[in-house]
Every structure is written in structure tokens, then in C-alpha cells.
């Protein structure tokens, strides 16, 4: 690689994602993190706004965290396209310089975070879960020169068999996409303000402009199981679609959600949206039921981070027991209903 | 036509993962198979294909022993196979890898590129978007599905919430989900032939516009600090319980830790 001026990179700038001039909830749980990285390190958050008409959003990111606030205003990055996209982004990049970038692992930043990457010219690791300021080599090596302050970023592979700490010792930025639901947003400041700077590297459509014939919403009125503060999710030994009602009971009385795992919808029991998991989403409730889930690998990934997980499965040897702080080997057909009659009169009585 | 479809052998990381005793992954134990998301993709350059009228020609990058999954692309019905591999390419990331794809598309003619979202090995998603960077073409990733319209392309993009209508202008790179189709058997046919073409090997010296310092290793711009087995929160207490007693447990569970 040919060598970049390492010491002129400085800061650490969040990809501010907005979709339809709302800002999403993954830029809110960047900005908690590099809020803490730039503590570290002694620098600024930069957030870096793009979009058309989006001005207004700046004070929301300084209330999270944001130092300043880099705005790329033009009616070309109205939807999200990655060539505009990427240009303003790269841009941003090259005239200001972050010394690490991070961008959501969303289906925006998946696609524009690689775009960007070759773009600059450097390296990206995706989906992380876990970044760090630290030393790389990790262990000094005699001979070879240890760097300090270097991002290191932590991320599964092999299907959540294997986790690897990724570092980009010699380009800058050093960059990484995030998964949703992993970092912790910060307590908003009321009344935050950022410096706001505009910028506009200007937009000349090109044959790497796509065109967009239509836009399609997927209306749904089911709550984000990201969100949720309990999840009461159910797994295969559920049985069916209708007996999921034992577990919508509960989740009404405890005022939780339910999700599932990927057998569930793979029976059409429920959708997609609910799905827990290496495919579905990473939530980390503070607590989560785990009811007739066997708990493989790819289940556990997504959930394992929750505050507290109580299981529940008739099979003692299910793996899930492996990661349950409270395991309950029994027949959920019994134990929920009267589990979901205690709660609630429990609260009643209150 | 011409349709270039990039594909990646993997192990198996769905048939159970084998470990040495170490811990470390036994690569040598696991099935290799066409990585799903490249095998929809293949599937839908043979669609368009059997509609329009095509040549399709799979691209891999990796050992000497890739060869298998092109050939089972070709009995699929690719018409040609493209093997990338060379000492001095190993041990790239994904900047390097796209890299080198990238310099090896350049000696070929395309109208369409399609690559599978994301590898089970790796699950990135980069190489594709970082290939059409370096070719300085049009990408549409996360396809759901695929349409050809003169010299353009209308595809299903799909977000969390909504999915475009895009068009691109050919010559374009498509990123094709697992759930675009069902991908084709081999035919016993296609088996014979596939195995009768020859396939195209290509090493360092056939890439073109690439720099040495950008390749493999050595011009992987990401390092790996630290590689290990995943360690898992420890298991709690685990308790065989009739309903009533389960109930009162639970219930003990939750109101010492303020849930209710």
C-alpha cells in the first residue's frame, strides 16, 4: 500500500444515517460510541449529515454526542443512491480528514461503507460488535514496531463460530460498519449544540447515477424488537402458529414483545421482522425468555448480550441452558399460562 | 449478453462447524460448497440467459482446488470458467480480494457483473460494491430481483423497511440475495460437459492495472490482531421443576431483579 500521512487524520466522525429526514436510531448508538472513543483518544465527534433538506437534524445530533456536525445539503442525495452517497461521503473524508469513521451495518451503510472504502483507498471491517482503543500488535513482537491508539475492531465470522479483532494499522481512516442494537446511545443533553458546518463537493450525475422508478414501503405496524425493553421469544418447540397466543399473553402482561427464532419463521408462524439471529437481528433486552428455543450458535449470537435470559425447553441437553442465567427444564405448555396469571395479578395487586 | 458471475468456495458453516483440538476451526473436516448468495446469483444469470440469451462466465479467486466450484457452476450451465490464483494473492482482505477481481475483469468484456451478497465465511458484503469502485461502474447490492430492459438493468433493491425500483445503465454490478430464487440442480448432461471445457487460470501476471503493493497480504489494508473461538457467557443455574414450582421461581427471578 502506498504510504498516507497518518499523523494528518484526526477525530472520529459517525455516518449520521437519515432515512425520509429522520434520523436513524443506529446514528444515535455511533455517536455514544465515539463519544467514548474520543474520550480516549482526546478528540471531537464529527457527525457527518447528508441528505437533502436536512439541516434541521443537527441539534438531535448534538443533543447525542456530536462536537460538530459536517452537512452535505443537495436535492441529489434526496433517497439514499449509492454514487451520491458515496461521493459526499468520500469527500467529506478527504478534505477533513477522520482519523476513524464509523458507519451503521444497516442496508444503507453495508452497501456505501465498501463503495467508500475502496474509494479512499482503505481498509473496512463490517459488522462489528465490540471497538476498542488499543495497541497493535496486540502483544509486542521484538523487532516490530508496536502502534498505540489504533481502533480495534472486534466482529464474528464463520456464522458466529469465530471472533476476530480486525485493525487497519497503516491507512487512515480507520473504518468500520457496526451492527445495530450493540452500542449504547448516550443520555441525550437537552439543549446540546454542534458547530455546524455546510459542505458540497457538488453532484454531476454519471453513468454510476442510478435511476429510481419506484419506492415501495413496507407498512407494518409491528414494534422493533430491537427496541423492546422484554422479549418473550419462542422457538420451534412452541408447536405452532396458534399456541404462540401463550406467549403474546405473557409478553401483554409483563409489557413486552415477542419475537422468535429462524425455525419460526421458517414455518411461517411468524414474520420476519421478529427473527432474533445471525440472519434476523442482534437485541439485548433486559430481559429475555427463551421459550422452546434449542439455542444453536446462530440463535445465541443475537441474543446473548441481554441483560437477563430465563429459558424455558423440555429438553435438559438444549444448548440454550449454555447461555441462560435462569434455565427451567419443563413443559412451557404448563408453565407459561400460569406464569402470565401470576404476573398479572401480581401487578395488580400493586 | 455477457455475464460475469463471481463466486466463492466456502465451508459449510450450516452442516456443523468441526473444531481441532485447539479450538481453532478445522477447515480440512468441513464441506466446501458455492457460497448460497453467489449460487442465486449464478441462478439468475442463467435465467437471464434461458430468456435472452447470454454467456455466462463464473469467476473464482482461492486455491487451485476452486476449480470444483466452477465446475459446478458450469454443469449448472455457465459457459466458461475463469480460476484466479496465485501464491502471492493469499491472505487478502477484502480491499485486496476486490482488487484483484477487479483486475482480472479488466481483461474481459461484460455488460453485467453479478456478485452474491455476502460470503457465509466472512458475511462482509464488501467485495462486491469495492469491485464496481475499482471498474468505476454502477452498483445495486441486496437485489431481490433482476430484469434486463435494452442496455439496462431494473432491479428489486431491498432496505429494512422498503425496497427501490432501480434502473442502472450497463455495464453494471448486481449483488444478489440467497432469497432471489431457488437455485438449478446440476443435469448429468452439464456434468459431462462441465468437465470436458477447459477452465481459464490466471495468476499475478494476468491482472491488469494492479499495483504488486496492492495484492494479498501485504496490501490488505485491515490486520488481524487477535482470531479465537467465541467465548461464551457462562451458563447459569439450571433447574428441573414442576409448573407450579416453576412458576414461583420465575416469578422470585423477576421481582429480585425489578422486573415486576
Excluded at chain 1, 444503507?108 to 474509494?119: H, N
Excluded at chain 1, 425493553?229 to 397466543?245: H, M, Q, T, W, Y
Excluded at chain 1, 414474520?271 to 437481528?281: A, M
Excluded at chain 2, 437485489?143 to 453494471?172: T, W, Y
Aim: glycine share 10%; with cysteine.
Amino acid at each position: 500500500m502506498t504510504e498516507m500521512n497518518l499523523e494528518e487524520y484526526k477525530g472520529v466522525f459517525v455516518f449520521a444515517q437519515q432515512v425520509d429526514n429522520e434520523i436513524s436510531s443506529i446514528a444515535f448508538e455511533l455517536l455514544g460510541k465515539a463519544t467514548e472513543l474520543a474520550g480516549k483518544l482526546n478528540e471531537k465527534v464529527t457527525a457527518v449529515l447528508i441528505g437533502s433538506d436536512v439541516k434541521g437534524l443537527c441539534d438531535q445530533l448534538a443533543e447525542y454526542g456530536a462536537d460538530r456536525v459536517i452537512v452535505v445539503d443537495d436535492p441529489e442525495l434526496k433517497e439514499y443512491r449509492t454514487e451520491p452517497y458515496a461521493h459526499a461521503l468520500s469527500s467529506v473524508i478527504n478534505e477533513y480528514k477522520p482519523e476513524i469513521m464509523l458507519v451503521g451495518a444497516t442496508a444503507i451503510g453495508r452497501d456505501l461503507g465498501p463503495r467508500v472504502s475502496a474509494r479512499v483507498k482503505t481498509g473496512l471491517t463490517a459488522d462489528c460488535t465490540v471497538l476498542e482503543i488499543g495497541d497493535f500488535p496486540i502483544n509486542a513482537i521484538p523487532g516490530k514496531e508496536q502502534k498505540h491508539n489504533q481502533l480495534l475492531m472486534t466482529r464474528p465470522a464463520f456464522g458466529g463460530n469465530t471472533i476476530a479483532t480486525i485493525a487497519c494499522p497503516d491507512n487512515r481512516p480507520q473504518m468500520a460498519t457496526v451492527r445495530a442494537g450493540v452500542m449504547q446511545k448516550i443520555e441525550p443533553k437537552k439543549g446540546a449544540k454542534a458547530e455546524v458546518v455546510e459542505y458540497n463537493p457538488g453532484f454531476t450525475p454519471d453513468n454510476k447515477y442510478v435511476e429510481i422508478l419506484d419506492i415501495v414501503k413496507e407498512v407494518t405496524d409491528v414494534v422493533d424488537i430491537m427496541d423492546a425493553k422484554i422479549l418473550v421469544s419462542g422457538g420451534r418447540g412452541v408447536g405452532s402458529a396458534e399456541n404462540f397466543k401463550l406467549l403474546e399473553d405473557l409478553a401483554d402482561a409483563l409489557g413486552g414483545t415477542v419475537s422468535c427464532s429462524r425455525a419460526v419463521v421458517d414455518n411461517g408462524w411468524k414474520p420476519k421482522e421478529l427473527q432474533v439471529g445471525q440472519t434476523g437481528k442482534t437485541v439485548r433486552p433486559n430481559v429475555y425468555f427463551a421459550i422452546g428455543i434449542s439455542g444453536a450458535i446462530q440463535h445465541t449470537a443475537g441474543m446473548e448480550e441481554s441483560d437477563i435470559i430465563i429459558a424455558i425447553n423440555k429438553d435438559e441437553t438444549a444448548p440454550i441452558f449454555d447461555v441462560a442465567d435462569y434455565g427451567i427444564v419443563g413443559d412451557l405448555n404448563k408453565i407459561v399460562p400460569k406464569l402470565t396469571e401470576q404476573i398479572k395479578a401480581q401487578t395488580k395487586a400493586k | 449478453m455477457k455475464i460475469v458471475v463471481c463466486i466463492k468456495q466456502v465451508p459449510d458453516t450450516k452442516g456443523g462447524v468441526k473444531f481441532n483440538p485447539d479450538g481453532t476451526l478445522d477447515r480440512g473436516a468441513m464441506l466446501t460448497i458455492m457460497n448460497p448468495d453467489d449460487k442465486a446469483g449464478l441462478e439468475a444469470a442463467l435465467r437471464i440467459k434461458d430468456e435472452y440469451g447470454a454467456e455466462v462466465t463464473v469467476l473464482t479467486m482461492g486455491l487451485p482446488k476452486a476449480e470444483d466450484v466452477l465446475r459446478e457452476a458450469m454443469a449448472m450451465g455457465a459457459d466458461n470458467g475463469i480460476l484466479v490464483t496465485d501464491r502471492v494473492l493469499g491472505g487478502a482482505d477484502t480491499w485486496a480480494t476486490s482488487t484483484t477481481i477487479a483486475g482480472a475483469l479488466r481483461n474481459i468484456d461484460y455488460d453485467l457483473i453479478i456478485t452474491g451478497r455476502q460470503a457465509i465465511d466472512g458475511d462482509t458484503a464488501q467485495v462486491g460494491p469495492q469491485i464496481s469502485e475499482h471498474l468505476g461502474i454502477p452498483v445495486i447490492s441486496y437485489a431481490q430481483d433482476i430484469k434486463i430492459e435494452g442496455d439496462s438493468v431494473i432491479v428489486n433493491r431491498q432496505f429494512e423497511d422498503r425496497h427501490h425500483v432501480l434502473k442502472a445503465k450497463m455495464p453494471c454490478l448486481v449483488t444478489a440475495l440467497s432469497e432471489l430464487n431457488v437455485p438449478r440442480y446440476m443435469t448429468p448432461g452439464g456434468i459431462f460437459d462441465a468437465f470436458d471445457k477447459d477452465i481459464t487460470v490466471w495468476g499475478r501476471k494476468d491482472l491488469k492495472d494492479v499495483d504488486d503493493s496492492d495484492l494479498g497480504l501485504a496490501g490488505s489494508p485491515t490486520k488481524i490482531a487477535k482470531a479465537s473461538d467465541k467465548v461464551r457467557k457462562g451458563a447459569g443455574e439450571k433447574v428441573t421443576l414442576d409448573a407450579d414450582e416453576a412458576v414461583s421461581y420465575i416469578m422470585d427471578k423477576l421481582v429480585e431483579k425489578h422486573v415486576i
